[in-house]
């Protein structure tokens, strides 16, 4: 079946760690993304990528980085800079026709 | 800036009790105007994408609309598994999804 894979569900942060979010996707969609979900907010857009080896900052980037070494892939790492980590972090993918956004089932960080 | 209002924030209904959820939206040059349901600890599902003013679109209970200002998610005699959060997201002329903050709807029996 084609879809986005997010892992771990569940993640745990301590105080001055990085953590890193995995996102894996077999849609062959070029383009991916990385969105924040805090209740009662709509969806903040951390990073994206148009192309492999490409990648833009979004809205509220400070704090996390991302790569794109390979198509299917685009994992986001929570750096310690990040102050408030605790979210519902979501992964998307589209293809290059459409303006859909496929999504992953999410990993929700919390710091211990 | 593109902007998108969703309301109610959250609504009950009873089963069998049609209702409709409304998106307000300003978007410099509208690409397209999208419905998801978000289950809860779940990624957001796409139910519709609308292009012009006029558009309507339905799937089993659900039924879209779109004008110039605003989008309506219609919803007919809901069943209980139709509760979820309704998210509405416009795409600009910057290619950019805009979220608003959803509707919690719960469908008691």
């Known amino acids: 079946d084609g879809g986005i894979t997010q892992s771990p569900k569940y993640l745990f942060r301590k105080e001055g760690q990085n953590v890193t979010l995995s996102c894996e996707q077999n849609?062959?969609?070029?383009?991916m993304y990385w969105y924040r979900q805090d209740p009662g907010q709509g969806l903040r857009l951390i990073y994206y990528?148009?192309?492999?080896?490409?990648?833009q900052k979004g809205d509220i980037a400070e704090g996390y980085s991302v790569s794109r070494e390979k198509k299917e892939s685009f994992p986001l790492t929570v750096t310690s800079a990040q102050k408030n980590p605790t979210a519902f972090y979501l992964c998307?993918?589209?293809?290059?026709?459409?303006?859909?956004?496929?999504f992953g089932s999410g990993t929700q960080l919390s710091v211990l | 800036e593109d902007q998108v209002t969703q309301s109610p924030e959250a609504l009950r209904l009873q089963e069998g009790e049609s209702s409709s959820l409304n998106c307000s939206y300003t978007?410099?040059?509208?690409?397209?105007l999208f419905w998801y349901r978000q289950d809860p600890g779940k990624g957001p599902e796409f139910l519709f994408t609308?292009?012009?003013a006029g558009e309507e679109k339905e799937k089993e209970r659900l039924k879209a609309t779109l004008t110039k200002k605003e989008s309506f998610l219609h919803i007919t005699a809901p069943k209980p598994e139709d509760s979820a959060t309704y998210l509405c997201?416009?795409?600009?002329?910057?290619?950019?999804?805009?979220f608003g903050t959803g509707t919690r709807l719960q469908v008691t029996l």
């Open positions: 998307a993918s589209r293809e290059a026709s459409n303006e859909k956004l496929f």
């Open positions: 849609l062959n969609h070029d383009a």
């Open positions: 990528s148009q192309i492999v080896n490409d990648f």
């Open positions: 978007v410099s040059g509208l690409r397209g």
């Open positions: 609308l292009y012009s």
């Open positions: 997201a416009v795409s600009g002329t910057a290619s950019k999804l805009t």
